[in-house]
């Protein structure tokens, strides 16, 4: 079985599984992106299984603190999806949340977390081949950066 080798922190080399898949949590809106979720699966459009929903009523009200309770329960990448710009049902709730993203993505590059880790991203209803091809790539992202071990609580 042939072995992926990833650099931790440490120097300490981290070996995973070629086969290993990430376990990534999506937040998406109940208007657009969950839809757009809806859609992929009825029209038969794969994207990796691993990826586990919470529907939210809008991007706006997702709190900065669900992302980082999601890593520190092991969750290996985070996903957000929303609305396109100016198509909210809320009228600004994605742009709040895009402002206090751009704010989360510096405080997690100060934690350590990787770049590429959280992944947001804005998809329509009508978008569910859209919506599979994100998540297929946001789920690449996360599996060349490996498990999520540096924000995992250790109890
Ligand atoms: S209603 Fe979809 S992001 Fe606000």
Not at 27 to 45: E, K, P, Q
Not at 55 to 75: E, S, Y
Not at 113 to 118: C, D, H, M, N
Request: hydrophobic content about 45%.
């Amino acid at each position: 079985m042939s072995k992926v080798v990833f650099e931790t922190e440490d120097e300490e080399e981290v070996k995973v599984d070629k086969d290993w898949k990430p376990r990534i949590l999506a937040f998406l809106c109940n208007w657009c992106s969950y839809a757009g979720a809806d859609l992929a699966g009825v029209s038969r459009i794969q994207y990796p299984a691993t990826v586990r929903v919470v529907r939210v009523p809008c991007t706006g009200r997702i709190n900065p603190f669900f992302i980082l309770k999601a890593l520190t329960d092991g969750w290996d990448g985070v996903v957000v999806s929303g609305c396109h710009p100016g198509d909210c049902h809320y009228i600004s709730g994605n742009l709040v949340a895009r402002r206090r993203f751009a704010l989360l993505n510096e405080l997690l590059e100060f934690f350590g977390i990787e770049p590429g880790r959280v992944n947001f991203m804005w998809a329509s209803a009508a978008e569910g081949e859209r919506f599979a091809v994100l998540i297929e790539k946001a789920t690449e992202r996360v599996k060349k950066l490996g498990p999520n071990k540096r924000f995992l609580k250790k109890w």
